[in-house]
Structures are given as C-alpha cells and as structure tokens.
C-alpha cells in the first residue's frame, strides 16, 4: 500500500482539487489533480456507495488502484490527485484497470 501520509484526509483540500483541479478522463477513471510545489505525492480514491453498496467491493478497488499507483511509481509525481471511478468496474480485468491508469497518469504532465 501507499504510505499513510500520501493520502488526502482533510475535506477541505478534497474538494479544492475536485473544484479547482485539472481533469483527465480515461476509459475507466476521471482523475483530477493540482500540481504542489512540495515534493509530495498525495491521492485520495472516492467510490459511490450508488455504484458499490457493499464497503468489501469499495475497498477492493480502492486497494487495487493503490496497488497500481505504487507499482508502477506514480506517486512520485508532485501532485494531489482524485481517482474517481466512471462506472462499475466488477466486470473488468486487473490488467485492464491497471493499463487504463497508466494511460490517465501519462497524460499528467510532470514539469
């Protein structure tokens, strides 16, 4: 898992990124993000109780896209971000999820 101080805890950052924020989209995730002139990572994963009704299926994916996040070294991007899934994703392969990040944070420029 990412470390416990790169997540976003306070509601009021929360929703500056989700107001204020730069968005990228991909097949599976809206993502928003700020660039922070600290040299810190920081994500929080939002999941819809609409989408999800059982917290096990929430904190799965919220494991998974942690777990995607750390392996392939995006938190070491200076930016405070928002992973919002699009849709239901019960359905969906691991490599697929893991293939869509990617691509999302890709598009996040890192100058």
Known sequence: MLKRDQSLKNSDTI???L???FFVK???FNIK???TSSNSFKQVVIISKKKYKQAVERNQLRRRI???LRKHNIHNLDIQTTIIPKR???NISFQEIESDIKLAFS???TT
């Open 15 to 17: 929703s500056y990124v």
């Open 19 to 21: 107001r204020k924020g």
């Open 26 to 28: 991909s097949k599976f």
């Open 33 to 35: 993000y700020i660039k």
């Open 66 to 68: 942690k777990y995607i």
């Open 88 to 90: 239901y994703l019960d």
């Open 107 to 109: 598009a996040i420029p």
